[in-house]
């Protein structure tokens, strides 16, 4: 009983944590002029990843690796096929922009470098960590750069601050805080409950506890939606997966060696992250003028149900 007080506890510190420190970054944006667009893909990205840098880099120093890298894999296939696809279903919308694109393919890039990765060696080590930590400061400094080539030009959105910037700061410091202490109360029901059941690490990390960390950017997304913010919803969801991989498992890999405790990971998991990426490519084809439809988010929940159903049965 106590290991499943510590994993609700520890998702909603995590869920609360999550949002106030995503509040406390959109309004630091907004007092240094960042546009909607980068807001998205960094500012809020990092800010709703943190649930799952906190819980990775917790798990991989614990001695629990497949927390560390399920949680990923398992965040960035619900980010697409459950985050993306209930965002739709609220408010569906046309993808009118190619900005997608580029983020889209940075997406893939770092999708299939973190493979590469961890197939070669079944583990992730150091040198791997810093080449991941180094290109998502390339993509965030790109970002940034593009940001403000737009605010030059006058056609860009900022972003209203809705703290002063000390508050802000304050907001961010504290949430950081909860979000460390959520990730612990997180990892520890988790293993203890995968062992009580007797069903592995992989298996939870890559279904509750992904979906748990994920809940940030539902709820950021599905606002976005209703808001008709297209940019941010789509944004975020590309953003966060390319800051799960290059920042979460780039930190925590420089930090600690993670190991691959469950081939499935290997065989399985990866494989249907890949697969759900280039499925969202497919469903946001043509790049100007295609339509993010109900009918296209029902086939995400779908997929994702699938993968959910195949997990538990195949374990």
Request: no cysteine; hydrophobic share 55%.
């Amino acid at each position: 009983m106590i290991f499943y007080i510590y994993l609700l506890a520890g998702l909603i510190i995590l869920i609360a944590g999550g949002e106030f420190l995503v509040r406390g970054a959109v309004s630091l944006a907004g007092h240094f002029r960042i546009s909607t667009m980068v807001v998205g893909v960094t500012v809020v990205s990092f800010g709703t990843s943190a649930p799952e840098l906190v819980v990775s880099l917790d798990a991989a120093l614990s001695g629990h690796p497949d927390i560390s890298l399920g949680n990923v894999i398992g965040s960035n296939i619900s980010n697409i096929t459950l985050v993306l696809a209930l965002a739709v279903i609220i408010a569906p919308y046309f993808v009118a922009t190619r900005a997608v694109l580029k983020d889209w393919l940075i997406m893939i890039g770092a999708t299939i470098l973190f493979m590469l990765f961890l197939i070669t060696g079944e583990r992730l080590v150091r040198i791997e960590g810093i080449i991941m930590v180094f290109l998502l400061v390339l993509f965030v400094w790109n970002s940034v750069q593009v940001s403000r080539k737009e605010s030059i030009s006058g056609n860009v959105q900022f972003p209203e601050p809705r703290y002063g910037m000390v508050t802000a700061g304050i907001i961010i410091i504290i949430s950081s805080g909860a979000l460390v202490a959520g990730a612990e109360l997180l990892v520890r029901g988790a293993s203890g409950i995968a062992e009580s059941y007797g069903v592995s690490e992989r298996v939870i990390s890559v279904s509750i506890i992904a979906l748990g960390t994920s809940l940030p950017e539902l709820a950021t997304s599905a606002v976005a939606a209703i808001r008709k913010q297209n940019e941010i919803s789509l944004g975020n969801i590309i953003g966060s997966n390319i800051f799960n991989l290059l920042a979460i498992l780039g930190i925590t890999s420089s930090i600690a060696t993670i190991n691959v405790a469950d081939r499935a990971i290997l065989t399985s998991d990866i494989w249907w992250m890949l697969g759900v990426s280039l499925l969202l490519m497919l469903l946001i084809l043509p790049l100007r003028g295609s339509r993010l439809t109900r009918g296209k988010g029902a086939i995400l929940i779908l997929v994702y149900l699938t993968y959910i159903y195949l997990v538990f049965t195949l374990k």
